[in-house]
């Protein structure tokens, strides 16, 4: 049941409808008739489910679907000059409540927004804010191309504004990295392109910035070039081998990824509390049109997986299948973490994480899932050559960073009370054990990231201050601070 005050955690995040914004439907909808839904129709009932995580399903007055820039600029013109608060919604893939939604507002998804063009030369692709992963790359694989996105078929294009870890990552950086213009409609209603010479401050700083400068309606990617196909698939191994597997993951960050940046691996772990299982899980790829993987892999191939889906196959049908294994409408909370790679760490971050899950094997459709993602040194620099970003990893130097994943998957929000407090506790343990041990750095990825966790000062005082000064420029007022709530916000009042 969807409430109209929707409790997270105790003494923790609340939405508390005060205000009535049905006028603000009202008048959004004599404006744009056929663009708006309310809670009686079928397409509310619909876009108000399409969330990954069942926290995210709130209660908005309604829905508005754009589609085209100039209505999400007529709309936000509305939205400003009547104080409405709204929401923007991309994929729908956080699990923050209202970070895509909103309880007692207008909810604005970007899903009619999916232009996919290719460039002449095929060296950039340019996308609406509303296509899903695996729509890009069908459009791009059948042309021997690829993008810098995320790696799941459903997901959406919020990771290009919060970080986004690729297939090829290890060659070319962070999703942020290899976008060349944002498409933005800012506070004033205005539509603008930013990039490396027009609003190159703006450009900058929605690079990690989220929600917080403007409505993204479309970007323009950088493309790579491919060979027709790549080989990988998924790599399960039993609870038996985990402790190999650490080993494999550890030489994977600082080795792997390093010495071939044609290499990909997502090591993860999951923990089923209905069958009390653990195992680890694989997705893993080389970034060639091969038939086995080159001599650099052979540590993850040493090591009996007792399933392994590994074949010749393009980017599509790989984001498929990883997308099936994560459907849509449970209870999600996640949380991140940034550590330097160090191998008796990951391996007591596994181990205290096994046994924390064990504990609440009693909640209905308990899963533990702990994630370990690499940002290796390379990859930094291209954000660096590439004209920079907000996140502010400059400072790890010559050493990969472990992106630390922790997330829960439970059926009911029943139980949320019992669960994300102690997940959030039990994360927080993690963190202070990577800082007693000297390993912790302080970024923290937008995109994995808990509701609490703070984000944008995690990128460092230079960077919020930046930010800060972007904000003044283009949205003076703080429109996308009052008026869209959800999401991760600067923190301006520990800098002004």
């Known amino acids: 049941m969807l409430l109209a005050a929707f409790l997270v955690i105790g003494g923790g995040l609340r939405f508390v409808g005060a205000v009535t ?22 397409t509310y009932d619909r876009v108000n489910k399409d969330f ?67 460039s002449e030369d095929k060296n950039s692709v340019t996308v609406g804010t509303g296509s899903r992963f695996g729509e890009i790359y069908a ?24 970080a986004g870890i690729s297939y090829l990552v290890n060659k070319n950086g962070l999703a942020v990295d290899n976008v060349l213009n944002y498409q933005v409609v800012l506070a004033n209603a205005t539509i603008v392109n930013a990039n490396a010479t027009s609003h190159p401050d703006l450009f900058r700083a929605i690079k990690g910035g989220g929600n917080n400068f403007g ?25 038996s081998s985990l402790s190999q597997v650490s080993d494999v993951i550890y030489d994977y960050q600082v080795r792997q990824a390093v010495e071939d940046h044609m290499t990909h691996v997502l090591p993860q772990y999951g923990y089923n509390g209905t069958t009390g299982e653990a195992i680890s899980f694989n997705p893993i790829v080389y970034n060639k049109n091969v038939n086995k993987f080159p001599k650099i892999f052979e540590g993850w191939l040493k090591i009996p997986a007792y399933k392994n889906t590994l074949r010749n196959r393009n980017y599509h049908d790989m984001s498929v299948e990883l997308n099936d294994g994560f459907p849509d409408g449970l209870v999600q909370e996640q949380r991140v973490f940034s550590v330097y790679a160090d191998a008796q760490l990951y391996k007591d971050f596994w181990a205290s994480y096994h046994a924390w899950c064990k504990n609440y ?23 660096i050559r590439k004209g920079g970003n907000s996140l502010g990893l400059e400072d790890a130097g010559n050493r990969t960073l472990g992106t630390i994943y922790f ?15 102690a997940h959030d506790k039990f994360v927080k343990s993690m963190i202070a054990l990577a800082k007693r041990r000297g390993l912790l750095h302080r970024y923290i ?11 944008i000062e995690s990128y460092g005082p230079e960077n919020v201050q930046r930010m800060l000064k972007v904000q003044k420029a283009y949205d003076p007022n703080r429109v996308f ?16």
């Open 21 to 42: 914004t049905s006028r603000c439907c009202r008048l959004v909808s004599q404006l744009l008739q056929d663009d708006v839904f309310t809670a009686d129709t079928t």
């Open 52 to 118: 990954w995580s069942a926290t995210e399903q709130l209660e908005p007055s309604c829905v508005f679907l754009p589609d085209s820039a100039e209505k999400v600029a007529q709309a936000v013109a509305l939205f400003v000059k009547n104080d409405c608060k709204f929401s923007i919604k991309g994929g729908g893939h956080s699990a923050i409540p209202g970070a895509a939604n909103i309880q007692d507002g207008i909810l604005m998804p970007m899903e009619k927004l999916k232009r996919i063009d290719i």
């Open 139 to 162: 459009a791009l694989d059948p042309r021997n191309l690829t993008a810098m996105i995320g790696r799941y078929e459903k997901v959406g294009l919020g990771a290009a504004i919060g």
């Open 215 to 239: 409505v993204v309606t479309a970007m323009t990617l950088m493309t790579e070039h491919t060979e027709g196909a790549i080989y990988g698939g998924v790599l399960y191994y039993p609870e």
């Open 361 to 383: 094997r009693h909640i209905p459709g308990f899963y533990g899932l702990h994630v370990n993602m690499p940002i290796t040194p390379h990859a930094v620099q291209e954000g």
């Open 407 to 421: 997330g829960v998957t439970f059926d009911s929000l029943d139980d949320a009370k019992e669960v994300l407090p």
């Open 445 to 455: 990825m937008l995109t994995y990231s808990g509701y609490n966790q703070p984000v």
């Open 481 to 496: 601070q009052r008026l869209v709530p959800g999401g991760q916000k600067i923190p301006a009042r520990r800098y002004q």
